[in-house]
């Protein structure tokens, strides 16, 4: 069987690996996009006509229109969880299989938070910028993580793990999801309201989707403290940017991080990066050599068991796939 391995040399450096790459050339015959930037459409028809699997990084998009023009393909493999820039109906409708990963960075990403908010309240590297400008830094009393609230907007995998964290480090854990119950009686399980009035650190692991666009806005803002800190390690279009940034200048909020946001990639943007109150980080919560080999080894497992003609786990329309070896 042949496949695509669609990402550009920097993605396939860092998103995929040797190991992985190794693993899926000893099970099918591998053709490298060997350009420097993402497929578009046109080019992805092109360079996936002779192909019967795609396995794409999440730069790579599967629009509808591509589907129906390529005959041979039988499954879209995507090397990430977040699979909506894939026409999954569209595949569907011509048969094609489509597969998503599980997320392997549910440590990496939980670690991040607990740096951003250790940067945040100990102004390391506001110091550390001062510091390589050659001037001496302002001394700013900081604030602790013992005996301060959490709170975690979204109660999935990495909010679970991160819940760990903070109980182990002496924080208060305070969580906010309407669609999970929580049994442990060290975890308040409030709205999300109640949760923005009482945290330290509000931190967001909330499910983009269009229920959840722009969650984090001017009410959402108005109702945090003045010292408190927001952190966005899910997507950025859970956040209003434009509020954000206001309440940021305004110092209504003391501080932002970020890992995401509406830039290319679904990196922070620069308007709120760069303002003085902000930390922010060029998309790289799960960029681990152990995260990325979490999920860049599921497809090799995927695409073998879509070479034995089976529907591998991860598959989200497996009802739907006729285009079968």
């Not at 550009?8 to 060997?34: C, F, N, Q, W």
Request: net charge neutral; with cysteine; proline share 5%.
């Amino acid at each position: 069987m042949k496949v695509l391995l669609a990402h550009t040399p920097p993605m396939r450096r860092d998103y995929y690996g040797e190991r992985s790459l190794a693993g899926l050339r000893a099970i099918a015959d591998v053709k490298l996009h060997e350009g420097e930037i993402a497929l578009d459409a046109a080019a992805l028809v092109k360079a996936a006509e002779d192909v019967e699997v795609i396995v794409a990084d999440r730069m790579t998009q599967g629009p509808g229109e591509i589907f129906p023009r390529l005959p041979k393909l039988r499954a879209f493999v995507r090397c990430a969880v977040d699979i909506r820039n894939i026409d999954v109906a569209a595949a569907s409708s011509v048969g094609v299989l489509v597969t998503q990963a599980s997320p392997g960075f549910v440590q990496s990403v939980a670690e991040l938070a607990i740096g951003f908010m250790v940067d945040l309240s100990r102004g390391v590297s506001r110091a550390t910028a001062d510091y390589h400008a050659g001037r001496m830094p302002e001394v700013v009393m900081g604030r602790q993580l013992a005996g301060s609230t959490i709170g975690i907007i979204g109660y999935g995998s990495i909010g679970r793990y991160l819940a760990g964290i903070a109980k182990a480090l002496g924080m208060q854990v305070l969580v906010a999801d309407p669609f999970v119950k929580i049994d442990d009686a060290a975890i308040q399980h409030l709205p999300l309201d109640d949760l923005l009035a009482r945290a330290d650190y509000v931190v967001c692991l909330a499910i983009a989707n269009e229920q959840t666009e722009n969650l984090i806005g001017p009410a959402a803002l108005a109702r945090m403290q003045p010292h408190a800190v927001f952190i966005n390690l899910s997507r950025g279009n859970l956040v209003d940017e434009a509020a954000l940034a206001a309440a940021l200048r305004e110092k209504r909020i003391a501080g932002a991080a970020m890992d995401v946001g509406r830039a290319l990639d679904q990196m922070p943007s620069l308007d709120l990066a760069k303002l003085p109150n902000v930390i922010a980080t060029p998309h790289v919560g799960g960029l681990t050599p152990q995260a990325i080999e979490h999920q860049s080894a599921e497809t090799v497992r995927q695409v073998a068991k879509i070479v034995a003609g089976e529907a591998p786990v991860g598959a989200v329309n497996a009802d739907r796939w006729t285009r079968k070896p």
